[in-house]
């Protein structure tokens, strides 16, 4: 089955740095394309940044914009979020996504806490 993992949140001081990993399995992941989600509590969750799956176009949202990278390995099945330049209100939940076929699939999420 579609299993996605992420790791590599905490707790960091405004102007940190920190890079999240999405782990994958059950499917291909290397056709698919990627993206990363957060949610603060009370909020939906908005898109942060999205991967494609050829050519590894990305995207992102206009507050994570020079500050944010995502990245994949296809060999590894796994995608990335370097997190640089930090702020207090880049605290919350980071969730990984995938869209296969007629399938919405989430990671449990991965809490990020920028504060000092």
């Known amino acids: 089955q579609v299993q996605l993992v992420e790791s590599g949140g905490g707790l960091v001081q405004p102007g940190g740095s920190l890079r999240l990993s999405c782990a994958t399995s059950?499917?291909?992941?290397?056709?698919?394309?990627m993206n990363w989600y957060r949610q603060t509590p009370g909020k939906e969750r908005e898109l942060v940044a999205g991967?494609?799956?050829?050519?590894?176009?990305?995207n992102y949202a206009d507050s994570v914009k020079g500050r944010f990278t995502i990245s994949r390995d296809n060999a590894k099945k796994t995608v990335y979020l370097q997190m640089n330049s930090l702020k207090p209100e880049d605290t919350a939940v980071y969730y990984c996504?995938?869209?296969?076929?007629?399938?919405?699939?989430w990671g449990q999420g991965t809490q990020v806490t920028v504060s000092s």
């Open positions: 991967i494609t799956s050829v050519g590894g176009s990305t």
């Open positions: 996504y995938t869209r296969i076929g007629w399938g919405d699939y």
């Open positions: 059950g499917f291909t992941f290397s056709m698919y394309a």
